[in-house]
């Protein structure tokens, strides 16, 4: 055998050796490597369907990013109109601030003409003030007087009233009296009594005397005489001359007689006539009547 042969069959040695060696190498690499073949297809298949997903979202995304920049662009443009709008307001507005700067300038002058107007009314109503108090307090005074008049007036229409009642009173009375001193005149005439005789005649004095009713005030002995003060004067149809019944108070015994000698508008003074046992009696108090 020939030395190439030999380094052939070496080499042929060599080489199955080695390709057995790689072939049972490989062999036992193969399905590991198959199984990560199948993992990786899985995972290259899923990364497919997200990165497809992915795609469908960026798409979305950029539709949605598209809708948003047109809207931005109409809003943009709406918001381009409003502040054209609004600057032109705005200048408007300028315009009329600065024609209410020169109105406020001129209500400010105005103003202060009117301060000085306004304080110089103050004044003149203060003044006013002072002449309606001064005109309320004599108006006070006016009604105060009034109601006193007018209490006045109704006293004085109650008194005329009551002198009313009284004047057509003594109104019948007097006819009464007339009637009744025609008849004693014709009674007297009847009798013999002249009308001279009557003339020179106290007449209306004793029995004939008005209906006339006081009390005795005091008693007092003047001269060794005894004289009584009586209730009633000259204003009671009291006369000089006129006797008085002095009664008892208490039983309305008959004491005396009284003859008036002194007359006064409220009071008269007269003598005393009684019996000694009875003298004694008269004292303040007791009645006095023309007629019993």
Not at 19 to 32: I, R, S, Y
Not at 49 to 56: P, R, V
Not at 171 to 182: F, G, I, N, R, S
């Amino acid at each position: 055998m020939s030395p190439l042969t030999k380094l052939f069959v070496v080499l042929l040695v060599l080489v199955s050796i080695v390709l057995t060696a790689g072939v049972v190498t490989f062999v036992n690499k193969v399905e590991p490597l198959q199984k990560t073949i199948v993992t990786l297809k899985s995972d290259v298949a899923n990364a497919k369907q997200l990165l497809e997903q992915k795609n469908a979202e960026y798409a979305a995304s950029v539709s949605a990013l598209d809708k948003a920049q047109s809207d931005a662009a109409s809003e943009a443009g709406s918001l381009r109109t409003a502040a054209l709008t609004l600057r032109s307001t705005i200048e408007e507005r300028d315009k009329a601030v600065a024609g209410l700067e020169t109105k406020v300038a001129v209500l400010t002058s105005t103003t202060q003409q009117q301060a000085v107007a306004v304080e110089a009314s103050e004044k003149g109503r203060a003044e006013l003030n002072n002449q309606i108090l001064a005109l309320r307090k004599d108006a006070d005074e006016r009604l105060r007087q009034v109601a006193d008049y007018s209490t006045r007036v109704n006293k004085l229409v109650a008194d005329l009233e009551q002198t009313e009642r009284q004047r057509r009173n003594l109104a019948e009375q007097l006819t009464a009296a007339t009637v009744k001193t025609d008849k004693q005149a014709k009674l007297l005439l009847d009798m013999g009594v002249t009308t001279a005789q009557l003339e020179k005649s106290d007449a209306g004095l004793r029995a004939g005397a008005p209906a006339i009713n006081g009390v005795v005030r005091s008693r007092r002995n003047i001269a060794g005489k005894e004289y009584a003060t009586i209730s009633i004067g000259s204003q009671d149809q009291v006369a000089k001359g006129m006797e008085f019944n002095i009664l008892d108070a208490n039983t309305g015994a008959f004491l005396g007689k009284l003859k008036v000698e002194v007359v006064d508008q409220n009071e008269a003074v007269g003598e005393i006539m009684a019996e000694p046992q009875n003298l004694a009696q008269v004292k303040p108090g007791n009645v006095v009547k023309t007629q019993i």
